[in-house]
């Protein structure tokens, strides 16, 4: 299983709207990333946790907010968004320490637009 | 600042054709040069990786030259097709940092 899943794949959220987006991966990675994509521009990092931990912040908005309950879970909890914030959000997943190649695997990606 | 530098912004080339995308680096401590594909409304995937210890590395139609010295890799596509239409970004990261700075990305267009 070499999978990224992400739900949902599509959100439209109200400013004042509280939602989730979720991310699983069951390949045994201890590192995990949420990303956002603007239209034809790169990844940009927001969020890393390693072993559950988190490990950087991006200098992120409180807005978001990253959660990783179990070692293939991730959320990130969104509250009192932007319009500027409606993006492409990835997740991601690596391999960490001795024996990783480095490799990240993304999911799908979760569509936000906020009205 | 930019960690790695990719260019073309954009690539049009006849089916058929060679499609040759460009990064450089500057942080001599990159040690794991990826290039992911993505489609329109798609995550991006990886294509091919390379480490510095080698100086090329092919994968079907999809070569990675790498030249060390001028902190400079390249991704050749040989006998371009239309199903290869999409953005290519190219990728650096240090291998127990867990941390990937990606190009601005190129998007490919091959015509029929």
């Known amino acids: 299983d070499t999978e990224v899943t992400q739900t949902p794949k599509h959100l439209v959220m109200g400013m004042t709207n509280k939602k989730s987006l979720k991310c699983e991966q069951h390949?045994?990675?201890?590192?995990m990333y949420w990303y956002k994509q603007k239209a034809k521009k790169p990844p940009e990092l927001m969020f890393v946790?390693?072993?559950?931990?988190?490990?950087i912040n991006e200098s992120v908005p409180s807005r978001f907010s990253p959660e990783c309950p179990n070692s293939s879970l991730l959320n990130l909890h969104l509250h009192a968004l932007q319009p500027e914030d409606s993006a492409l959000y990835l997740c991601?997943?690596?391999?960490?320490?001795?024996?990783?190649?480095?490799?990240?695997?993304f999911g799908e990606g979760s569509r936000l637009t906020v009205l | 600042q930019q960690q790695v530098k990719q260019s073309p912004q954009s690539l049009i080339v006849q089916k058929g054709g060679i499609s040759i995308i460009n990064c450089a680096y500057e942080?001599?401590?990159?040690?794991?040069f990826p290039w992911y594909q993505q489609f329109p409304g798609k995550g991006p995937a990886l294509l091919i990786a390379?480490?510095?210890?080698?100086s090329e590395k092919k994968e079907g139609r999809f070569t990675i030259s790498f030249n060390k010295s001028a902190k400079q890799f390249s991704l050749h596509i040989m006998d371009s097709q239309p199903g290869d239409s999409a953005t290519y970004f190219c990728?650096?990261?240090?291998?127990?940092?867990?941390?990937?700075?990606f190009g601005t990305g190129t998007s490919l267009t091959v015509i029929p």
């Open positions: 942080n001599t401590a990159f040690d794991y």
């Open positions: 390379i480490r510095p210890d080698v």
């Open positions: 946790y390693s072993y559950e931990k988190l490990s």
């Open positions: 990728a650096a990261s240090m291998f127990y940092q867990n941390q990937f700075y």
């Open positions: 390949m045994g990675h201890r590192a």
């Open positions: 991601a997943s690596s391999p960490l320490g001795a024996g990783g190649n480095g490799e990240l695997f």
